[in-house]
Nanobody, 117 residues
Framework: QVQLVESGGGLVQPGGSLRLSCAAS????????MGWYRQAPGKEREFVAT???????DYADSVKGRFTISRDNAKNTVYLQMNSLKPDDTAVYYCSARHVRALALYWGQGTQVTVSS
């Protein structure tokens, strides 16, 4: 089982930036597909970005060009750099992990991001 701990959330003004981090408790981090999802109040959890073991990335249309997902296998950490933030980006952001040879998806506890003036 993998434990995921997110950090880096907070309050930011529209147009600002934040970088989220997610540390994973596994010695085989390099064979996990990592992702970020978010859930706004009253809405379902939605996909934001994912990064494969080979560092290929994919993004939701709503964040393309503004968010960047990356990973540091030496630190067992995945990042989400968020630029040009909008009020609609306000949500709890969750980190996810899936072993390349399994279906089970692990989740972190979430970190709140609030974009407001």
């Amino acid at each position: 089982q993998v434990q995921l701990v997110e950090s880096g959330g907070g309050l930011v003004q529209p147009g600002g930036s934040l970088r989220l981090s997610c540390a994973a408790s596994t010695s085989t981090f390099d064979i996990y597909v990592m992702g970020w999802y978010r859930q706004a109040p009253g809405k379902e959890r939605e996909f934001v970005a994912t990064i494969t073991t080979g560092s290929s990335t994919d993004y939701a249309d709503s964040v393309k060009g503004r968010f960047t997902i990356s990973r540091d296998n030496a630190k067992n950490t995945v990042y989400l750099q968020m630029n040009s933030l909008k009020p609609d980006d306000t949500a709890v952001y969750y980190c996810s992990a899936r072993h390349v040879r399994a279906l089970a998806l692990y989740w972190g506890q979430g970190t709140q991001v609030t974009v407001s003036s």
